[in-house]
Nanobody, 121 residues
Framework: QLQASGGGLVQAGGSLRLSCAASGRAFSSYHMAWFRQAPGKEREFVATINWSGGSTYYADAVKGRFTISRDNAKNTVNLQMNSLKPEDTAAYYC????????????????WGQGTQVTVSS
């Protein structure tokens, strides 16, 4: 089970840190990712991190502004979001995959509930 938190309302240029807590002892064997979905749009890849934390991959839209990290001892994955823009407004979802899923939502086995991020201009 995945539980996302940390969303909220922030002004453009501000920062937020999302967290996703996972239950179960197999967390460290899963690759993790964040996706987002704005109203009326398809779910969009944001960032992913491999099981060890040694490899990360970002969507071009967030590269240089967002940082994904994980703490396997605490069963958490985080998304630090800086220099937020109004176009970052969306519900953010964390996801877990047994095999490297990359940017494809269909590759992920488990999903958390969304946490809403709203960026005002």
């Amino acid at each position: 089970q995945l539980q996302a938190s940390g969303g909220g309302l922030v002004q453009a240029g501000g920062s937020l840190r999302l967290s996703c807590a996972a239950s179960g002892r197999a967390f460290s064997s899963y690759h993790m990712a964040w996706f987002r979905q704005a109203p009326g749009k398809e779910r969009e890849f944001v960032a992913t991190i491999n099981w060890s934390g040694g490899s990360t991959y970002y969507a071009d839209a967030v590269k240089g502004r967002f940082t994904i990290s994980r703490d396997n001892a605490k069963n958490t994955v985080n998304l630090q979001m800086n220099s937020l823009k109004p176009e970052d407004t969306a519900a953010y979802y964390c996801a877990a995959a047994r095999s490297w899923g990359g940017s494809r939502p269909s590759s992920y086995d488990y999903w958390g509930q969304g946490t809403q991020v709203t960026v005002s201009s």
